[in-house]
């Protein structure tokens, strides 16, 4: 069965520090997608980052990155220069015929 | 513009009633989703629709019926509402059926009492 583990429900990070969110998953495809989301307190669903698995190279948009270990099946975040605005769930996803959500993990950003 | 607008974003009805969430999107997107969102913040599919031919029903309760009318619409209506029920109720499309970035609605969530 494919599955998404996040093992980190909560995470907290001082305003312009660095924080990494962890995300494993299993599966026994070798052609996927792989996703993370922010979910605001607005509730809105936001497309953070998205790695293609044949891809070696990690994605990078702007502050937030991922480090991608295939054979590891791990795919964390990392968010550097944390932001007041980075404040919300964050959630894994890995996909083939539909997206497959991890448990989420709650970021806090201090001042 | 919207890209995925679903109504309502708010719903809330006694235990037993019947409802409806519309979903529309204007991306020109060949497959559409309806997700459910609990308390706990977990999210997990419910249905998948391609071209209006319905191609992932997950173990959900058959109260749910999903509808679409033309690819660009995906409808659920939920019969005989239960207390379960509660939660937030997200339509979202990709632009083919192998998911290569999912568009979310912003949500309905809906209140059963």
Redesign the interface.
């Known amino acids: 069965a494919q599955t998404v583990t996040q093992s980190q429900p909560e995470m907290s990070v001082q305003e312009a520090e660095t924080v990494t969110l962890s995300c494993t998953y299993d599966t026994s495809e070798s052609d996927y997608?792989l996703?993370w989301y922010k979910?605001p307190p607005?509730?809105?669903?936001i497309?953070v980052i998205?790695q293609e698995a044949y891809k070696q190279q990690n994605a990078t948009e702007n502050r937030f990155s991922v480090n991608f270990q295939k054979a590891a099946k791990s795919f964390s975040l990392k968010i550097s220069d944390s932001q007041l605005g980075d404040a919300a769930?964050y959630?894994c996803?890995y996909?083939?015929?539909?997206?497959?959500?991890g448990?989420?993990t709650r970021l806090q950003v201090f001042p | 513009d919207t890209a995925v607008s679903q109504t309502p974003k708010y719903l809330v009805t006694q235990m037993g009633n019947d409802k409806s969430i519309k979903c529309e999107q204007n991306l020109g997107h060949d497959t559409m989703?309806w997700y459910k969102q609990d308390s706990?913040?977990?999210?997990?599919?419910m249905f998948?629709y391609n071209n209006k031919e319905l191609?992932?029903n997950e173990t959900v309760p058959n109260r749910f019926s999903p509808k679409s009318p033309d690819k660009a619409h995906l409808n659920l209506h939920i019969n005989s509402l239960e207390l379960g029920d509660s939660a937030?109720y997200?339509c979202?499309s990709s632009l083919r059926?192998?998911?290569?970035?999912?568009f979310?609605g912003?949500?309905t969530?809906l209140s059963v009492l």
């Not at chain 1, 607005?42 to 669903?45: D, P």
């Not at chain 1, 996909?95 to 959500?101: M, Q, R, V, Y």
């Not at chain 2, 706990?40 to 599919?45: E, G, T, V």
């Open positions: 997608y996703f979910q607005s509730r809105q669903m497309l998205r769930m959630f996803a996909n083939t015929d539909k997206l497959i959500f448990t989420g | 989703y706990k913040k977990f999210l997990k599919i998948s191609i992932i937030v997200f979202a059926y192998r998911v290569e970035k999912l979310f912003s949500g969530q």
